[in-house]
């Protein structure tokens, strides 16, 4: 059991590159989120899925998309990345309904220079 | 959206100290974890605790729901608690969006 599992674990981009972050899960949650963490600061959600085929913004979406098309697979896109988007990017999972815990990938660290 | 916000934002212990964490939030939640931010990323789930009172080893949880504040409590602190702590919350009423807080960095000297 894997877990919540995040690749590439770091990746650095020039300005305007794209690229996609793969997030998996073996615990069958319908629930997934992608974060970004900046240096010192609290995670902020980008985006999240409450199912296989949906998607909704969080509260930084600008400059991302994402796809839920398996409901073990979330991924993350940057079509032109930015040195604004240089972060610790965190997944996570959890089961649906309220009363369920959240459990997070290890990060990727993108750089864009 | 929901508010939540943790203090102190920085503490340093002397190891085998003991500390109390907050988290206050400005609704009411239906899903409430603690979270330990080590110094390698990696986050590590604590406690589930949308109400009540918890307990592993040296910490310990409760989150009052009614007054909208949660409190973690480590003992006998050690090095390795060292990190940074986040509370984090799920409002209620159906939304699926998880609001962390700033977190409480944690340094512990031997």
């Known amino acids: 059991n894997a877990g919540v599992t995040q690749t590439p674990k770091f990746r650095v981009l020039k300005t305007g590159q794209s690229m996609t972050l793969l997030c998996a899960q073996d615990m069958n949650h319908e629930y997934m989120y992608w974060y970004r963490q900046d240096p010192g600061m609290g995670l902020r959600l980008i985006h999240y899925?409450?199912?296989?085929?949906?998607?909704a913004k969080g509260e930084v979406p600008d400059g991302y998309n994402v796809s839920r098309l398996k409901k073990q697979n979330f991924l993350l896109g940057l079509e032109s990345a930015a040195p604004s988007q240089t972060s610790v990017y965190f997944c996570?999972?959890?089961?649906?309904?309220?009363?369920?815990?959240?459990?997070f990938g290890p990060g990727t660290r993108l750089t864009v220079t | 959206g929901i508010q939540v916000e943790q203090s102190p934002p920085d503490l340093i212990l002397q190891e085998g100290a003991n500390s109390t964490l907050r988290c206050n939030f400005s609704d009411s939640v239906n899903n409430l974890q603690w979270f330990h931010q080590n110094p390698w990323g990696q986050l590590i789930n604590l406690f589930y605790i949308p109400s009540g009172t918890k307990q592993n080893g040296r910490l310990s949880a409760t989150t009052v729901a009614t007054e909208r504040y949660s409190l973690l409590y480590i003992s006998s602190s050690q090095t390795t608690d060292s990190g940074v702590y986040f509370c984090a919350v799920l409002n209620s009423g159906g939304y699926q969006k998880v609001t962390f807080g700033t977190g409480t960095k944690l340094q512990v000297i031997p």
């Open positions: 899925s409450v199912g296989e085929g949906t998607t």
């Open positions: 996570a999972s959890r089961r649906a309904g309220e009363a369920a815990e959240q459990y």
